[in-house]
């Protein structure tokens, strides 16, 4: 039953490639976030959506796209991947757009190797 | 802008030591802090978090205390476990829609 799940879990593939990741929360929260993290552990916010309304695009090459067909999903679709895409990348969901008392629920990651 | 300091890592452990990560933070208003962890292969979960100045928030052995006066949250535990190998992250929310995070402490402890 898990809350925030994230498919694929691992997912290599080789420079040049399209690839998507999936995210879907059965918590019935209306924010939804991607974040990457780097080989040092090192979490940076990349998109956020609420009710499937784009509210963060941080500087992220427009080779990342989101898309949310619906409040429970949130997809990242990936163009012409590099080398330095390879990263651990987390979906997370909130109740709402206030994260002071809203606390985060994270899936487990999708792991992305770009050889 | 906002940010989070936390202590380099790793830190390494023997059980029932005593712990603490130290983490400061510089935010312009009155933010809300978390300590998040993250166990191998897994993602982040909430362990504890404090919405205002002198709070203390408790999870699991672990606490931590909202200092304005230090713009501190430094997590704590009186004696850890094996099972308490982890990343540790702290957080805070200025009441934007994203989570800032600090770059992670890995904690190792062994038996």
């Known amino acids: 039953d898990t809350a925030v799940s994230q498919t694929p879990k691992y997912l290599v593939t080789q420079m040049g490639n399209d690839k998507s990741i999936k995210c879907e929360q059965n918590?019935?929260?209306?924010?939804m976030y991607w974040y990457k993290q780097d080989s040092k552990k090192f979490l940076k916010i990349m998109f956020s959506y609420n009710n499937k309304e784009l509210i963060i695009n941080e500087t992220v090459p427009n080779r990342f796209s989101p898309k949310s067909p619906d409040k429970a999903h949130l997809n990242l679709h990936i163009n012409s991947l590099e080398l330095g895409d390879s990263a651990v990348y987390f979906c997370a969901s909130s109740p709402g757009g206030e994260t002071r008392v809203s606390p985060l629920h994270f899936g487990n990651g999708t792991r992305l190797t770009v050889t | 802008g906002d940010s989070v300091t936390q202590m380099e890592g790793p830190v390494t452990l023997s059980e029932e030591a005593f712990l603490t990560i130290n983490c400061t933070y510089t935010?312009?208003?009155?933010?809300?802090l978390f300590w998040y962890v993250q166990y191998p292969g897994e993602g982040l979960q909430l362990l504890l978090k404090?919405?205002?100045?002198?709070d203390k928030g408790s999870n699991k052995g672990f606490e931590a205390t909202y200092r304005k006066e230090t713009t501190s949250f430094h997590l704590e535990k009186g004696s850890v476990q094996v099972s308490d190998s982890a990343v540790y992250f702290c957080?805070?929310?200025?009441?934007?829609?994203?989570?800032?995070f600090g770059k992670g402490t890995t904690l190792s402890v062994s038996s």
């Open positions: 404090a919405t205002k100045a002198d």
């Open positions: 957080a805070l929310s200025d009441g934007g829609t994203a989570l800032i």
């Open positions: 935010a312009t208003g009155y933010p809300s």
């Open positions: 918590l019935g929260h209306d924010t």
